[in-house]
């Protein structure tokens, strides 16, 4: 989209616009007593050329609101219709444009202070420019069809118009790849080489595994960003134009996704390098509040005008998340080289070197968390304790997770409720991370200890400290739970994987009541979850799929 036009001057210009399809159907029966071609008076010759097409005036009229799902008008017609390439381009955006209207909430067209967060998506600015490379085209045709198809539950779509348009793509981007050291490739063609595996990422989970992976579960989102990012770090940063209004949001769309994937699979992320960090502390927009438009791509439904300029409580001034996102990875992949006995140091000297390195930084990083769960007093954003017995307004029996709070007894005596959704999900995520921190360290003390050769004088601090701080930090999750619960299809994603890795740990410290509350209550929010996708189109990001592994490294004993 060309700097100045706005995701409402998009929609302004594609008013009234329609995309059309063309679709090879097969008849009702077979010839030549085919009802359909009787009806329609022509000769049945086994199939018929449907026009798919795509009437956007209701959501164009609902972009202010949540919108409802995409349907689809088909009408049967043996006429094919040719399109110009004009014409093909402009039905190619149009297609783009609803699907990001369809899987964004509202506050993305909103108008400034919220503007900038539009255009957090490269979605967004790739919608309103113009697609000249093929491998793109056929890329964001297969998002898009893969999508109407999970929304509109079209067996008809999901089988062989899908499988054929992603294998083209899956053809095109790998002669792409092949051609990238050819003399004379612009920048431009390995910005669609990145931005071409990112689109083919947001596929749904559930299409690709069930047609064109053959299996394999939600591989597809890991598989196609992995290559992004690859590609990406393979050619440098000179492959993105610093602040370009396409290439930064691409960048970034990238970058944050690969931290998700990289605590899931714990390996370190090569983002630190010195010729990311410049343009990585750039930032994407010119809005100096660009942390809240980042908070907005991990948790796009939850951010409105009232905190859409929401400065991180000092994260930006401190840089204390972005050290802490970018360092544990490593020290997490390091950990497991330890445990395995795989590390590269042989000798009992350089073991125990590794473990006190090991055990100070991810220490370090932990404790530097603090000032982050202490927000400035000027803000207000001191979270209010609701608890069981004397709260009551507070939960709604309509609510899965909030029927099994109020019958069910806890172990826990009070709650959280947040001011602020981007306060609440900052300090999760805070104490999420600082679990896994100590969950680590904790490996490592059970691991150093059980070993003979170990030197005995080695003890900086007592696994029962450790134990008990991050008991603190599992409890601290388990009491988000209300507030988690009152929010969107992505907060109920949210909501399980805080449970989940809080009743790991819970189980591995040997705290089974809240190990069974963790359990019951998770199951309350599969059953939440499972009932508001069925009337709410699928979230296109796939950090929920790639954090799923997660988990596995809140247990820390193997008793």
Not at 215 to 231: E, F, I, V
Not at 248 to 258: D, E, G, N, R, V
Not at 499 to 516: D, I, Q, V
Request: net charge neutral; charged share 20%; hydrophobic share 40%.
């Amino acid at each position: 989209m060309p700097v100045g036009h706005s995701p409402q001057t998009l929609t302004v210009l594609l008013e009234g616009l329609t995309c059309t399809s063309e679709r090879k159907v097969k008849c009702d029966s077979e010839r030549p007593s085919c009802k359909r071609c009787v009806n329609a008076g022509r000769v049945c010759k086994g199939y018929a050329i449907w026009q798919v097409k795509l009437d956007t005036s209701s959501l164009v009229q609902e972009k202010e609101t949540q919108c409802g799902h995409l349907v689809p008008v088909i009408q049967d017609s043996t006429n094919a219709v040719s399109a110009s390439p004009s014409s093909a381009h402009t039905n190619r955006v149009q297609l783009l444009a609803n699907f990001v209207i369809q899987n964004y909430s509202g506050a993305a067209l909103a108008s400034p202070p919220c503007a900038h967060t539009a255009q957090l998506s490269f979605l967004h600015t790739l919608a309103g420019s113009h697609v000249a490379s093929p491998m793109l085209r056929v890329a964001i045709e297969s998002l898009c069809l893969a999508h109407l198809a999970n929304n509109t539950m079209d067996r008809r779509l999901l089988g062989m118009p899908l499988q054929e348009s992603y294998g083209r793509s899956i053809s095109l981007l790998r002669a792409a790849i092949t051609n990238s050291k050819s003399p004379g490739i612009t920048a431009h063609h390995h910005r669609d080489i990145v931005a071409a595996s990112v689109a083919l990422s947001m596929l749904p989970p559930s299409v690709p595994a069930r047609l064109l992976d053959k299996g394999g579960g939600n591989r597809h989102s890991s598989l196609h960003l992995s290559g992004a990012w690859t590609y990406l770090r393979v050619h440098g940063p000179s492959i993105l134009g610093e602040g370009d209004f396409f290439e930064a949001p691409l960048f970034y769309h990238i970058h944050i996704q690969s931290l998700f994937n990289a605590f899931a699979e714990r390996k370190r992320v090569e983002w630190t390098q010195a010729e990311w960090d410049k343009l990585r502390q750039l930032g994407p927009y010119p809005d100096p509040e660009f942390p809240a438009a980042v908070q907005y791509l991990l948790y796009p439904d939850c951010i409105d005008d009232s905190n859409a300029n929401f400065v991180w409580y000092g994260l930006r001034e401190h840089g204390l998340m972005d050290a802490f996102t970018h360092a544990l990875p490593g020290l997490l992949e390091r950990t497991d080289h330890f445990v395995a006995a795989q590390a590269t140091p042989t000798t009992k000297d350089d073991l125990e070197w590794e473990f006190l390195d090991l055990f100070q930084h991810l220490g370090g990083l932990q404790q530097a968390q603090f000032i982050i769960l202490l927000p400035p007093n000027a803000l207000n954003l001191t979270p209010t304790l609701i608890g069981i017995d004397g709260d009551l307004g507070s939960f709604d029996e309509n609510i899965e997770e909030h029927i099994f709070m109020l019958k069910k007894p806890t172990p826990f005596s009070h709650f959280y409720k947040f001011a602020q959704v981007p306060h609440g999900f900052g300090c999760a995520l805070v104490h999420l991370l600082c679990l896994l921190a100590d969950c680590a360290i904790l490996q490592l003390l059970h691991n150093a200890f059980s070993q003979k050769h170990f030197s005995q004088t080695i003890n900086p601090v007592k696994i029962i400290d450790i134990e008990h701080r991050a008991f603190w930090h599992a409890g601290e999750l388990c009491r988000c739970a209300p507030f988690y619960s009152q929010r969107s299809v992505t907060a109920g994603k949210f909501l399980f994987l805080l449970l989940s890795c809080a009743g790991n740990f819970f189980e591995s410290y040997g705290a089974m009541k809240e190990w069974e509350w963790c359990r019951d209550c998770a199951d309350a929010t599969r059953r939440r979850v499972a009932r508001l996708e069925t009337r709410s189109p699928p979230t296109i990001c796939p950090v929920g799929d790639l954090i799923e592994g997660l988990p596995k490294g809140f247990r820390y004993s193997k008793t």
